[in-house]
């Protein structure tokens, strides 16, 4: 069980949510619930989510109008969303997959389908994480050996 990891579920049916968030509560994760896509993108800006449980069919804004504004957010690009839905038609699937969704259940699902896809992609969320960590501190520990490197060599310059 990987700790401390926080699931942002969203769909309009209260009876869904609650499904859903006992559920995942078996596995010790932190839930955040949102009935709809305003409230949904207001939660990520005041908490840091790992993975987002979104179902298609909402009023107002749908599914994939939610996924798409969180994609185009730097601050939010990176949080894998697993489209949570009714709808099974292959059109929607792939569409869902076009708005930046990773991965795609249909309802009725099975627990043990959504314990495995939602662990699956966590692991995958903090191994991307722990990589973009490791290049940025890789370009910091190049660029500082760079500033360095071109020090001395104004050093050796004006000692001429």
Request: charged share 35%.
């Amino acid at each position: 069980m990987i700790k401390d990891v926080n699931i942002l579920v969203v769909d309009d049916n209260l009876e869904n949510l609650k499904v859903v968030c006992s559920l995942l509560k078996e596995k010790k994760y932190l839930i955040a619930l949102a009935e709809n896509g305003e409230r949904a993108l207001k939660i990520l800006e005041e908490i840091k989510i790992d993975l987002i449980l979104l179902d298609i069919i909402m009023p107002e804004m749908d599914g994939f109008e939610v996924c798409r504004l969180i994609k185009k957010n730097p601050e939010t690009e990176n949080i894998p969303i697993i489209f949570l839905t009714a709808k099974s038609e292959t059109g929607e699937i792939v569409k869902g997959f076009q708005a930046g969704g990773v991965d795609y259940i249909t309802k009725p699902f099975v627990k043990e389908e959504l314990f495995a896809r939602v662990n699956n992609h966590i692991q995958l969320k903090q191994v991307r994480d722990m990589l973009r960590k490791s290049a940025d501190e890789r370009l910091k520990s190049r660029d500082m050996f760079m500033r360095t490197m071109l020090d001395l060599s104004k050093m050796i310059d004006t000692d001429q």
